[in-house]
């Protein structure tokens, strides 16, 4: 079985840091998801744990070895290239055979492992083929059938997705998510900036974030399970990029912590409630109060606010709203279909539902927060 | 506008293949004429096809002269982008101390006249016992700085993910220079190639600072001191069919790469 370990992992170019700090553990067979906006140092994690850049301090296990000096064809890991990287002069066979060849692997074993891929990806009437003959999505399938003939103990996909339209998208990431339960024991780490991706496909998303100016600043926001982000974001910077579209956040003060619904705050002059741990707040401390879109309730309630923009998505409508004497608007998905520019709404913003989150950025816990 | 525009644009290609290809459609009717034809003039075309002048050359010296050129320019080619390729693909793509500045001391080698390290060459050569030798030619052209140049922006374009799925498959640098990026050049080296070859068919300069004795020229060493010699006897007809003949073989190497090469101005043209 295997693991992929790192220990306070470091990786500074020239005087620009990339990486800090980034303790994590992947488990045997688990699918974990890097995800983080754009310079965040996602890709470069995954290609220090390919070997591709060694350049880095800390520690790297896989499968309870350290790999930190072992050349990347001997970490016994195999990597999904976003451009695909097929070998262009070869056939897709000579292509996913090239490493077993390589490997001083028997023709027979050669041929078995390239039936299996090849059966499993269904590229079996595109083996004689050369790439340039391929659509994208069968290339990306030969990029995926190469990694799997080597059977590593560790896959690794650098956004294997991002060059294909949005339907081959979800064909391939059905596929990718169908191969991690049929292969089992590997692990496989995967790189995207596209959180639908990231929540449709992990076992474990790990939310990185660029490290700017800040010395202090760590690389890893959060670890956990999908939903565990969704619903109880650490932090402003998980608040905000998980989840589509963003969170609502306002900027309000703290009023009183131990009323029965939770601590009481203001907001357009109306005494509102969320359900979160008061440990640690005090009366009067500025805080920032968010809500996902999805949780406003756009129908009933005590808080006005007038729409000033209709995103119709199909099955729903995301609406931009403004709130008279709050700044920033507020954006809230209804299956209404009869509302327009410029109608007044009845808001509601139910006390569960809302977030906390305390001056540093730092999220206070949720008490009724529905997790998965 | 835009039919106007192409036509425009069609006549003045035409024209100006016209203008290219005259002078040697004129050079092969010379010198299929006979010298009292082409003395008399007032005809394009030859009377009689007439391959006399061919024969003629090709039972003097010129067949010599023509084999030096053909294995000086194949040796210096197949040389010279052997060298300038693995040189400008260590100089893109491997690490190492003093790599900078070795590039940009090319560079400033690259601005320096060939006339001005002529005779330093000359003397060099000449110390090294290799006057008058074909080694001479071959040794001063075995790197081509401005190939060397090309070649490394190339592979600096180059996809770096498909050297690091090669090196996840086990591949050494050098294995993957020659297993996956050498096949992937194929393009850039055709057209170094017929640079380098078309460079030192036609070198001049060279050949005639190295070479002396007549057993060792190169065809346009030969050509020269052959025109010289008809021009007395007026025979252009020897002159022009020498002239068809040194051209066919930067005409067939330019055939035999044209696919190579057209991929390559078409990659560089913002295709794919």
Same mark, same amino acid.
């Given at each position: 079985?295997?693991?992929?370990?790192?220990?306070?992992?470091?990786?500074?170019?020239?005087?620009?840091?990339?990486?800090?700090?980034?303790?994590?553990?992947?488990?045997?067979?688990?699918?974990?998801?890097?995800?983080?906006?754009?310079?965040?140092?996602?890709?470069?994690?995954?290609?220090?744990?390919?070997?591709?850049?060694?350049?880095?301090?800390?520690?790297?296990?896989?499968?309870?070895?350290?790999?930190?000096?072992?050349?990347?064809?001997?970490?016994?890991?195999?990597?999904?290239?976003?451009?695909?990287?097929?070998?262009?002069?070869?056939?897709?066979?000579?292509?996913?055979?090239?490493?077993?060849?390589?490997?001083?692997?028997?023709?027979?074993?050669?041929?078995?492992?390239?039936?299996?891929?090849?059966?499993?990806?269904?590229?079996?009437?595109?083996?004689?083929?050369?790439?340039?003959?391929?659509?994208?999505?069968?290339?990306?399938?030969?990029?995926?059938?190469?990694?799997?003939?080597?059977?590593?103990?560790?896959?690794?996909?650098?956004?294997?997705?991002?060059?294909?339209?949005?339907?081959?998208?979800?064909?391939?990431?059905?596929?990718?998510?169908?191969?991690?339960?049929? =292969? /089992?024991?590997? @692990?496989? #780490?995967?790189?995207?900036?596209?959180? !639908?991706?990231?929540?449709? $496909? +992990?076992?474990?998303?790990?939310?990185?974030?660029?490290?700017?100016?800040?010395?202090?600043?760590?690389?890893?926001?959060?670890?956990?399970?999908?939903?565990?982000?969704?619903?109880?974001?650490?932090?402003?910077?998980?608040?905000?990029?998980?989840?589509?579209?963003?969170?609502?956040?306002?900027?309000?003060?703290?009023?009183?912590?131990?009323?029965?619904?939770?601590?009481?705050?203001?907001?357009?002059?109306?005494?509102?409630?969320?359900?979160?741990?008061?440990?640690?707040?005090?009366?009067?401390?500025?805080?920032?109060?968010?809500?996902?879109?999805?949780?406003?309730?756009?129908?009933?309630?005590?808080?006005?606010?007038?729409?000033?923009?209709?995103?119709? =998505? /199909?099955?729903? @409508?995301? #609406?931009?709203?403004?709130?008279?004497? !709050?700044?920033?608007?507020? $954006? +809230?998905?209804?299956?209404?279909?009869?509302?327009?520019?410029?109608?007044?709404?009845?808001?509601?913003?139910?006390?569960?539902?809302?977030?906390?989150?305390?001056?540093?950025?730092?999220?206070?816990?949720?008490?009724?927060?529905?997790?998965? | 506008?835009?039919?106007?525009?192409?036509?425009?644009?069609?006549?003045?290609?035409?024209?100006?293949?016209?203008?290219?290809?005259?002078?040697?459609?004129?050079?092969?009717?010379?010198?299929?004429?006979?010298?009292?034809?082409?003395?008399?003039?007032?005809?394009?075309?030859?009377?009689?096809?007439?391959?006399?002048?061919?024969?003629?050359?090709?039972?003097?010296?010129?067949?010599?002269?023509?084999?030096?050129?053909?294995?000086?320019?194949?040796?210096?080619?197949?040389?010279?982008?052997?060298?300038?390729?693995?040189?400008?693909?260590?100089?893109?793509?491997?690490?190492?101390?003093?790599?900078?500045?070795?590039?940009?001391?090319?560079?400033?080698?690259?601005?320096?006249?060939?006339?001005?390290?002529?005779?330093?060459?000359?003397?060099?050569?000449?110390?090294?016992?290799?006057?008058?030798?074909?080694?001479?030619?071959?040794?001063?052209?075995?790197?081509?700085?401005?190939?060397?140049?090309?070649?490394?922006?190339?592979?600096?374009?180059?996809?770096?993910?498909?050297?690091?799925?090669?090196?996840?498959?086990?591949?050494?640098?050098?294995?993957?220079?020659?297993?996956?990026?050498?096949?992937?050049?194929?393009?850039?080296?055709?057209?170094?190639?017929?640079?380098?070859?078309?460079?030192?068919?036609?070198?001049?300069?060279?050949?005639?600072?190295?070479?002396?004795?007549?057993?060792?020229?190169?065809?346009?060493?030969?050509?020269?001191?052959?025109?010289?010699?008809?021009?007395?006897?007026?025979?252009?007809?020897?002159?022009?069919?020498?002239?068809?003949?040194?051209?066919?073989?930067?005409?067939?190497?330019?055939?035999?790469?044209?696919?190579?090469?057209?991929?390559?101005?078409?990659?560089?043209?913002?295709?794919?």
């Amino acid at each position: 079985m295997t693991a992929v370990v790192l220990k306070d992992m470091a990786l500074t170019r020239g005087t620009t840091p990339i990486l800090r700090g980034v303790n994590l553990r992947v488990e045997p067979g688990e699918f974990c998801v890097f995800v983080g906006p754009s310079g965040c140092g996602k890709s470069t994690l995954l290609r220090l744990i390919a070997g591709l850049d060694e350049d880095a301090s800390g520690e790297l296990f896989i499968d309870g070895a350290a790999v930190n000096n072992t050349p990347a064809a001997k970490r016994n890991v195999a990597m999904v290239f976003q451009g695909y990287a097929l070998y262009p002069h070869m056939t897709v066979e000579a292509n996913m055979a090239f490493a077993l060849r390589r490997a001083g692997m028997g023709k027979a074993e050669i041929a078995a492992r390239l039936r299996e891929a090849a059966r499993a990806l269904h590229l079996e009437e595109f083996l004689q083929r050369k790439p340039a003959m391929l659509s994208g999505g069968q290339r990306q399938r030969v990029a995926i059938a190469r990694a799997i003939v080597k059977k590593p103990k560790v896959f690794l996909f650098d956004e294997p997705l991002s060059n294909l339209d949005a339907s081959l998208r979800v064909e391939t990431r059905i596929e990718i998510a169908r191969l991690h339960r049929q =292969l /089992g024991s590997a @692990s496989m #780490l995967y790189v995207t900036h596209d959180q !639908v991706e990231a929540m449709t $496909l +992990a076992d474990k998303i790990v939310l990185l974030q660029p490290l700017g100016q800040d010395p202090l600043a760590q690389s890893i926001v959060q670890v956990g399970r999908p939903m565990e982000l969704y619903h109880q974001p650490a932090n402003l910077f998980a608040a905000r990029f998980i989840g589509t579209p963003a969170m609502n956040l306002f900027e309000t003060r703290v009023l009183a912590l131990d009323e029965p619904e939770g601590v009481a705050f203001e907001l357009q002059g109306q005494r509102l409630h969320a359900a979160v741990d008061p440990a640690g707040l005090s009366v009067g401390e500025p805080v920032t109060v968010g809500i996902r879109p999805e949780h406003v309730l756009a129908y009933q309630g005590g808080l006005g606010a007038t729409v000033t923009h209709i995103e119709a =998505l /199909g099955e729903l @409508s995301v #609406l931009f709203t403004q709130m008279e004497g !709050v700044a920033g608007p507020l $954006l +809230a998905k209804t299956t209404r279909e009869d509302l327009r520019v410029g109608d007044s709404l009845p808001v509601h913003l139910p006390s569960q539902a809302l977030h906390l989150f305390r001056g540093d950025g730092r999220a206070q816990r949720r008490l009724r927060a529905r997790t998965v | 506008m835009s039919r106007l525009l192409t036509y425009l644009l069609h006549g003045f290609l035409l024209g100006y293949a016209l203008l290219t290809l005259t002078p040697f459609v004129w050079a092969v009717l010379s010198s299929m004429k006979s010298v009292q034809e082409i003395a008399v003039g007032g005809r394009i075309l030859p009377l009689a096809l007439d391959f006399g002048a061919y024969r003629q050359i090709l039972q003097g010296d010129f067949g010599r002269w023509f084999f030096n050129s053909l294995s000086v320019a194949l040796t210096v080619t197949i040389s010279s982008v052997f060298s300038n390729t693995l040189a400008a693909y260590a100089l893109a793509r491997l690490r190492f101390r003093g790599g900078a500045a070795l590039f940009q001391t090319l560079l400033i080698i690259i601005m320096v006249p060939s006339q001005v390290t002529m005779i330093p060459a000359y003397l060099v050569v000449a110390r090294l016992g290799l006057a008058d030798t074909h080694l001479a030619l071959i040794l001063t052209s075995l790197v081509s700085i401005s190939a060397i140049f090309m070649m490394r922006q190339f592979f600096i374009n180059f996809r770096a993910e498909v050297e690091e799925a090669a090196k996840l498959d086990g591949c050494s640098a050098l294995t993957t220079f020659v297993r996956i990026v050498l096949p992937m050049a194929l393009p850039a080296l055709a057209t170094q190639a017929i640079f380098i070859f078309m460079g030192v068919w036609n070198e001049f300069m060279k050949p005639l600072l190295y070479i002396s004795s007549v057993d060792n020229y190169l065809l346009t060493q030969g050509l020269n001191a052959a025109a010289k010699q008809y021009e007395k006897s007026a025979a252009w007809n020897l002159i022009m069919a020498g002239s068809v003949v040194s051209v066919l073989p930067i005409l067939l190497v330019y055939l035999g790469l044209n696919r190579f090469f057209l991929k390559l101005n078409d990659q560089t043209g913002g295709g794919k």
